[in-house]
């Protein structure tokens, strides 16, 4: 469980800020705002496409990237991809991670029928690699995914191109490869997919507005995938883990709150000033710059 005093959350609102909430505690909690600010903003949302030991790569306008610690408040704009990516009415999935065995970040961009491409901060250099074979699922409602990180990969459900079934993509950050793992049944549900405790894990809602929750006990381990959790009804993303096996979420895209995994009852989180509508996503904070390469 990440330490209290280091916990934050990073809120990308429609008001052409990055803001930010520190918690301490249920009794403890510090509304910062802003924490970023963008000009020129089109469409008027930040994207989040990543949280990684202490850096944050945010998508604040199409095709241009941006990793930056809120802490420090230092900057650097990435590179855009190369032109034959640019492809502004294909559906695209990014993701952003850290791999401590060869000491990179990585910037992961991928859409139907492209090379995907992977920015390295460590060389400040964009890499062309094998040909993206998937297709989102008629579920998804977002128009940009986030991968989800675990064991030193990105994460999402896609199906696999020609009609093929609906599996979770890993992308290796470290030799830049896809690989498969199925998903529970019934395979044709709309996964997304998240950490919980550590494991990956799958969320999917019903036409009832319930919320299954799937977790990985094995990583890359098809048969170990077991259900944990129904929240009915309401549309939550876990964060992270807290005291006592509570669990806190972000509910509806309007309130932080901690979920009681014994009772199944919320207790809210009040923040006075927080938008109306959020999209909360985790770091820990940390002094690492995003000029990686200069450091490096």
């Known amino acids: 469980m990440p330490d209290l005093g280091k916990l934050k959350q990073l809120i990308p609102a429609p008001s052409k800020l990055l803001e930010e909430v520190e918690i301490r505690g249920l009794s403890f909690i510090i509304y910062k705002k802003p924490t970023y600010t963008f000009q020129s903003l089109h469409p008027p949302w930040v994207h989040i496409i990543g949280s990684c030991d202490g850096l944050v790569c945010i998508l604040p306008q199409p095709d241009t990237f941006v990793a930056f610690n809120p802490a420090t408040h230092e900057s650097v704009q990435i590179s855009a991809p190369p032109t034959r990516l640019l492809d502004p009415n294909n559906v ?60 030193d990969a990105l994460h999402w459900t896609f199906k696999v191109s020609n009609g093929g079934a609906c599996v979770v993509a890993a992308f290796d950050l470290v030799n830049d490869k896809f690989r498969d793992f199925p998903v529970p049944e019934p395979a044709d549900l709309g996964f997304t997919t998240g950490v919980l405790s550590g494991n990956l894990c799958l969320m999917h809602i019903d036409g009832r507005r319930r919320q299954y929750f799937w977790v990985m006990k094995e990583y890359g381990v098809g048969e170990s995938w077991t259900k944990v959790l129904v929240v009915d009804p309401c549309m939550v993303r876990p964060l992270c883990l807290w005291k006592n096996s509570n669990i806190l979420m972000a509910k509806d895209g309007k309130e932080l709150v901690l979920f009681n995994r014994k009772d199944g009852t919320f207790k809210n989180f009040k923040v006075d000033g927080i938008p109306n509508m959020f999209f909360a996503n985790l770091y820990v904070e940390s002094l690492v710059s995003p000029n990686f390469q200069l450091h490096v």
């Open 92 to 151: 695209h999935s990014y993701g952003f991670g850290y791999v401590p065995s060869i000491d990179d970040y990585k910037l992961v961009k991928a859409a139907q029928g492209k090379p995907i491409a992977v920015f390295s901060l460590r060389t400040g250099a964009w890499k062309l690699g094998e040909r993206f074979n998937y297709v989102r699922h008629a579920d998804y409602f977002l128009s940009i995914v986030p991968g989800t990180l675990v064991n």
